[in-house]
């Protein structure tokens, strides 16, 4: 179980809470608007605290030096960057915010935060795949963009269907820089095996350069 703190509780920072909470981890929001705070404590379940997080009284009180991940979802940079520089300075050992602004990116860096997350960037990049392939359920942009993650539903007809993994690796027509990294059917996702069979209807995990997304999607939706 970890300990996360979360500086900011709109509904991107009250959304993650419920679900870090749900998982099981110790939680603490931290928000200037009284009923969000009340919100987070009655129907989340979530320690909440009302105050400003770029406040050192404030922050102090969620004791970053015993948290495993400090949080920055503040709709300010400017914001975010003060509760990042505070964190650490508190002796936080993990420090990671949400990102508007790119040109925030080195300033971040300077000051110790370990995990930037381009709240543009994920968006434009998962919508951009989907309106690119219609047959991808879900995406990921990883690092600069060059590779992605997608999640697709593979046809009962499709030529893969009862082929091993090993065996559809090995196919001539499969792009080089694809990578099968989970395989789920029926809600139950596995890491595969090179002797994991792949069933019609299963969900594929694919990890596949930007440039082979194309050929990567026609390869696993080809039917006879």
Known sequence: MMRIIIAGAGRGGLNLSAHLQGQGHSVIVIDRDSATVVRA???????????DATDVGTLSQADPRRADVVVGMLHRDADNLAV???ARSMGARRVMVRMRD?????VYVEVGVQQILSE??????????????EAVRHSM???SGKAIAVELLVPEDALVVGRSVSEVASDEAFPRSCVIAGVGLEGEVQAPRGATVIEGGAQLLVVSARADLSKTIEFFLRKE
């Open 120 to 133: 543009t960037e994920i968006l434009v990049g998962a919508l951009a795949t989907a309106i690119e392939f």
């Open 141 to 143: 942009v990883l690092g």
């Open 102 to 106: 790119p040109l925030y990116r080195p």
């Open 84 to 86: 990042a520089t505070l």
């Open 41 to 51: 404590a009655e129907q989340l379940g979530v320690v909440a605290l009302m105050g």
